[in-house]
């Protein structure tokens, strides 16, 4: 397999990573650490999704195939991964910290982020 993203891709894919990553952090709840730690997973799942997706999924297509594609970069695929990446995180850190917020619910002492 031949990597063909340049580094524009790359800065691409960093700045729509980071965007995805800072909304996750304004809708996943309350406290600074949740947020901090949603926009910091949330980051990082997209950078790796979104490579593999442009890479990996559609690293076959060319050029004119998949439009737009930035130095490499399949865009639209790539934005459509980190929608849905984006989504999975905050539905599983809300659902986290709902079951945190229950004393019922078993092993609520011991999900990330709450002592």
């Excluded at 999704?49 to 399949?74: H, M, Y």
């Excluded at 917020?101 to 982020?113: E, T």
Aim: glycine letters at 14%.
């Amino acid at each position: 397999m031949q990597w063909d993203l340049g580094l524009q891709g790359l800065a691409a894919l960093g700045a729509m990573s980071l965007g995805f990553g800072v909304f996750a952090g304004l809708v996943v709840g309350k406290g600074v650490a949740g947020r901090l730690l949603a926009t910091a997973i949330t980051t990082v799942a997209c950078f790796g999704v979104g490579l593999v997706t442009s890479e990996v999924l559609f690293g076959w297509a060319t050029e004119e195939d998949l439009q737009p594609n930035i130095d490499g970069l399949s865009r639209d695929e790539v934005l459509l991964s980190c929608v849905l990446t984006t989504a999975l995180v905050v539905l599983v850190m809300r659902y986290l910290a709902h079951r945190a917020g229950d004393p019922k619910s078993p092993g609520a002492r011991h999900v990330i982020g709450r002592h």
